[in-house]
């Protein structure tokens, strides 16, 4: 029930020291307080949706969310939709929480009241949002993000950008105390690690997972305004991928994929290790769609790595 | 009548019902739909899916999934475009289809079962992988204007049966013996089952989950040979949508997501039905962008309706199914 200090971090942390010190020797240039902000930013919309991936798939009950990335794309359309067509703009940020939460919650309905499978549940949903984001635009960005939201979205402190400073990282803190410090927290991991022995003691397993799903939509919703904020305008394939992604960050961090097991902060450090990753890549000319490839690699490597390791100890 | 439902079973018969009924709503609201020419283009479109749905079938069936089957058809595909633009005879070609699907299938066999990583995780890396793979073996530009010796080799016709009809027949056979007639096929079901049990029952449970992504494998192969003779080009986005499509027909088709119950009918008419669906939808003037959509809410609407009656608890969730469908079959 401990968070785990995954094994897997160090190695990772091995590779991000070789690629900084790639980087430093081929490129000093990229050295710089601008490809710090940079790697955060890009790090800021990764980091939401892997804390919710993560949160789903600690409840355990073979929880995935295969829908993250199109409940961002489909946020992001939604909302620019709705405020184009006269919603106020001041209500961008409530809409895209709102309109998460909503998405998130379909899967949770699906989840614990039709008890459909997790996986099967959220790949349907999420070519339903990913696919609706889309054909809703015919695949055009839509412009008219207010312009209240950009210094926000584009600004930084000492280097940090104001969505890592002020959304990513108070949220992290926020569900590592709820992991570790309430009632809430260690439902989740009872849950997760044996679910009919959760029941049975009474936690009441289906609204806390239905709560995950909701909050892994409204954390989907976060980072599509963030995405809003950076971008200025709402792109609906801004999602592509993250499914993969953020379950890579996830298993990187050690979470366990059977639930019950590790923590959010592991999950943080996972995201900005394969962030510096794919920025140092991008600085060394490596084309962007070798990306794609390599988190998947680094996914199956990892989980090789460390069942391996644990077959070896078992037997 | 009740005689006849229980041996064509009961899904299947909806299945089948609801093929003739949107056929027919589909030819009063659009006169171009009941037409020769169509209903062959429905039939022809079929072909790809009809191949990779038999396999998901199979790894439905131990309580698998392999969410790559779109990329594994593309790596197949680029390598049957290259052979025929290098002058290799189709039929060597045609055939390298079914070898690289092979060849791919016992990666993601070797990644799924011994390295013990659920399948959806494992696959969806492998997708990853597999389409980085697409892009760089594509480099930047599309296979198109393929020679057109494997069309007309496909197209060519023996006692008046075009060769294409009879391979998907044979293949279709092949699957079908090997679960109705071979032990493989109860020895699946078991596993889907119950791994634990079938591993006391002294079944080689990883010999048989090997088998079954392999022969997946196998299957996107032979439908790549279909893709290319049919296309004669291979685009960067090749087979993007074909894994839910492969999922939603052997969903809708009765197969149990958690394993233990598999219909091959069943996941033929489901794939006619999508195509059918996907073609009319299109002809009334729905456009092409939101065939995901209506797939995705198909499939999600079969699992809800299942759900709700309640009359097939093996698509529910029990602690032990998700055990198996979770560890892709696996220890």
């Given at each position: 029930m401990t968070p785990r200090v995954s094994p897997i971090l160090a190695i990772l942390g091995l590779m991000w020291v070789v690629v900084v010190a790639g980087l430093a020797v081929l490129k000093p240039a990229a050295f710089a307080l601008s490809t710090v902000t940079a790697v955060l930013q890009f790090s800021t919309i990764l980091a939401l949706v892997a804390l919710g991936q993560a949160l789903v798939i600690v409840c355990g009950g073979a929880g995935i969310d295969i829908s993250v990335g199109g409940m961002v794309s489909l946020a992001v359309v939604l909302a620019m939709l709705l405020v184009n067509a006269g919603l106020p703009g001041a209500s961008l940020p409530v809409l895209c929480l709102a309109l998460g939460l909503a998405l998130g919650l379909v899967n949770g309905f699906l989840v614990t009241?039709?008890?459909?499978?997790?996986?099967?549940?959220?790949?349907?949903t999420f070519y339903v949002y990913s696919g609706t984001a889309v054909a809703?635009?015919?695949?055009?960005?839509?412009?008219?993000?207010?312009?209240?939201?950009?210094?926000?979205?584009?600004?930084?402190?000492?280097?940090?950008?104001?969505?890592?400073?002020?959304?990513?990282?108070?949220?992290?803190?926020a569900a590592g105390v709820l992991l570790h410090a309430t009632s809430w927290g260690r439902w989740i991991y009872g849950m997760g690690f044996n679910e009919r022995s959760a029941r049975l003691v009474g936690i009441p397993v289906d609204r806390v997972r239905l709560a995950a799903y909701g909050a892994s939509g409204t954390l989907a919703g976060c980072a599509a305004l963030v995405s809003l904020a950076w971008l200025g305008g709402g792109r609906p394939n801004i999602g592509q991928n993250l499914e993969l992604t953020s379950l890579t960050a996830t298993m990187l961090g050690g979470i366990g994929i059977f639930g019950g097991k590790g923590g959010v902060f592991g999950v943080l450090a996972a995201v900005l290790l394969l962030v510096t990753l794919q920025t140092g890549l991008l600085e060394l000319n490596v084309n962007t769609v070798w990306q794609v490839g390599i988190v998947g690699t680094i996914l199956v490597i990892v989980l090789l790595i460390d069942n391996l390791a644990l077959i070896r100890r078992t037997s | 009548m009740r005689a006849f439902l229980q041996r064509f079973g009961e899904r299947e018969a909806l299945l089948a019902l609801g093929c003739i009924v949107s056929g027919l709503v589909f030819s009063i609201l659009s006169p171009y739909f009941a037409t020769a020419d169509n209903l062959l283009t429905i039939a022809r479109n079929s072909t790809e899916l009809l191949l990779i749905g038999l396999g998901m079938t199979l790894l439905f069936g131990i309580g698998g999934i392999d969410v790559s089957v779109?990329?594994?058809?593309?790596?197949?595909?680029?390598?049957?475009?290259?052979?025929?633009?290098?002058?290799?005879?189709?039929?060597?070609?045609?055939?390298?289809?079914?070898?690289?699907?092979?060849?791919?299938?016992?990666?993601?066999?070797?990644?799924?079962?011994?390295?013990r990583i659920p399948a959806i995780v494992a696959t969806l890396g492998l997708l990853g992988v597999y389409r980085a793979g697409i892009f760089l073996a594509l480099g930047g530009s599309w296979l198109s204007g393929l020679p057109v010796g494997l069309t007309n080799l496909l197209a060519a016709r023996i006692v008046g049966v075009p060769v294409s009809v009879l391979v998907i027949a044979l293949a279709y056979c092949a699957v079908f013996v090997a679960v109705r007639l071979t032990p493989f096929g109860a020895h699946l079901l078991a596993i889907g089952n119950s791994e634990a049990r079938a591993r006391l029952a002294g079944i080689g449970v990883r010999r048989v989950q090997v088998a079954a992504f392999v022969i997946s494998g196998g299957l996107c192969g032979l439908a790549a040979s279909f893709y290319v003779a049919t296309y004669r080009n291979v685009e960067m986005t090749i087979g993007a949508t074909l894994a839910l499509e492969a999922v939603a027909a052997v969903v809708l088709g009765g197969t149990a997501v958690t394993g233990g119950r598999i219909s091959l009918l069943g996941t033929a008419l489901g794939v006619i039905l999508l195509r059918l669906l996907q073609n009319g939808l299109l002809l009334v003037g729905v456009p092409s962008l939101w065939q995901p959509v209506v797939t995705g809410i198909l499939l999600l609407l079969t699992l809800g309706a299942e759900a709700l009656s309640g009359r097939l608890p093996l698509q529910r969730l029990r602690p032990s199914a998700v055990g198996a469908a979770w560890r892709g079959g696996v220890r």
């Open positions: 009241r039709l008890k459909l499978l997790p996986l099967i549940a959220t790949l349907g809703l635009t015919g695949g055009a960005a839509q412009a008219g993000v207010p312009g209240f939201l950009l210094p926000w979205g584009r600004g930084a402190v000492g280097g940090l950008p104001l969505p890592f400073l002020t959304l990513a990282l108070p949220l992290f803190v | 779109g990329t594994v058809l593309g790596l197949a595909s680029i390598g049957i475009g290259r052979l025929l633009e290098a002058g290799v005879a189709p039929a060597l070609a045609a055939l390298a289809g079914p070898i690289a699907g092979l060849a791919l299938g016992v990666i993601t066999a070797f990644v799924v079962i011994f390295g």
